[in-house]
């Protein structure tokens, strides 16, 4: 099954945990750092497209600040990037510089996914790079990020990164050998998992904390990254980045830590967007019909199916849709604002104009713009 994946692999996406580059002082690893730049490297000589997904750069610059724990306040986060990512990067351009090969640093955030022009122009620019044989390196911009435009961990943001380089493959390296059915660092018993068809709810529920107070995110961020990656069609791989030679191997077909395959049914680029890249603005509230057609036959959302809105969005946002018990089941781009919504629910489509003496559409959400999750 591996062997049958990774023929069809040309472009993959390797994330580089925290802890993986970072020594006990939390200083930077830079003969880890050597070591990945070399397997990198012999990827790129076998034909290989890689872009990097790499943390660390938080570790490296609070040793800097005198930190010894994880940052505790946003200025705090903020200024340990600021003076650890360009540490970091220099790490990796002397590094690769070694085989021959340039990189390059690019610093996003929700936002320049969120927006489909700034979303297009990353992706243009990863290709050029690519093209040009540049190994792109990319973190959140956590300098300058807030809540509202942040991704949150680099396991979220390396699988948004599959979606806006149509990659084939994502590689999350981590400190343990891969999928545990129970947290290997307090449970002896523990067994690794070499094969995860679905992403379930008990195998979420197994996926543990991180046990690392170097890194942000823990074993449930990583499934999360897994998940969103298979939505896309795309396979994930967590193997020992601490392991020398564990990225040859599994490019070599070995069966080394974790596969997760990706979905069944697979989620279209803009879809996928809608559903993973895209931040909710509020909610819309369905009764029990509207939520079966959605949900079984893939219809539009029209006004008369609404029973309710909560929160303030513009025609154009991305929103929650639930069902009458307030779960969400789908999210989807709406063709109305929050204001209008309030005068036309419950009411059918041939109604809207004389109520708002204007229409966009009979659809509050067309159904190309609606994602059931």
């Not at 967590?238 to 979905?263: K, Q, W, Y």
């Not at 989807?332 to 559409?361: F, N, P, T």
Request: proline share 3%; charged share 25%; hydrophobic share 40%.
């Amino acid at each position: 099954m591996r062997e049958e994946i990774l023929h069809k692999v040309k472009r993959l996406v390797i994330k580089i945990g925290s802890r993986v580059l970072t020594c006990t002082d939390n200083g930077l690893d830079l003969a880890t750092i050597g070591r990945l730049a070399a397997e990198i490297t012999d990827l790129r000589s076998r034909g290989f497209e890689v872009i990097m997904v790499s943390s660390g750069a938080g570790a490296a610059g609070r040793k800097e600040l005198g930190l010894d724990d994880r940052p505790r306040t946003i200025p705090q986060k903020q200024a340990a990037a600021a003076i650890g990512q360009p540490r970091l990067m220099r790490a990796y351009e002397e590094a690769f510089a070694a085989h021959g090969h340039k990189v390059a640093q690019l610093l996003l955030t929700r936002h320049d996914l969120m927006d489909r022009q700034r979303f297009l122009n990353a992706r243009a620019t990863l290709d050029t790079l690519l093209h040009f044989g540049v190994i792109p390196i990319i973190n959140e911009n956590d300098t300058v990020v807030v809540d509202e435009i942040k991704f949150g961990d680099n396991d979220n943001l390396s699988a948004l990164v599959t979606n806006l380089t149509e990659a084939q493959l994502l590689v999350i390296l981590t400190d343990i050998d891969g999928f545990y059915d129970a947290d290997p660092r307090g449970n002896p018993d523990a067994r690794l998992v070499p094969l995860v068809r679905a992403i379930t709810k008990d195998v979420e529920k197994a996926g543990g904390s991180s046990g690392s107070t170097v890194g942000t995110g823990g074993m449930a961020t990583k499934l999360a990254a897994a998940k969103k990656a298979g939505q896309f069609g795309v396979a994930t791989i967590m193997i020992n980045g601490m392991t020398a030679g564990n990225l040859t191997r599994i490019m070599a077909g070995e069966e080394v830590g974790t596969l997760f395959l990706p979905a069944r049914t697979v989620l279209n680029r803009r879809k996928h967007w809608i559903a993973y890249t895209l931040r909710p603005r509020g909610r819309i509230i369905v009764d029990e019909g509207a939520r079966k057609v959605l949900a079984q036959h893939g219809r539009s959302l029209l006004p008369s199916g609404i029973v309710g809105i909560e929160g303030e969005f513009e025609r154009g946002s991305c929103v929650r849709v639930c069902g009458p018990d307030g779960t969400e089941f789908a999210r989807g781009i709406v063709d109305y604002a929050s204001q209008e919504l309030g005068k036309i629910l419950g009411h059918k489509s041939g109604e809207i104009e004389q109520i708002l003496g204007y229409r966009y559409g009979d659809e509050i959400i067309h159904r190309d713009n609606l994602v059931v999750l």
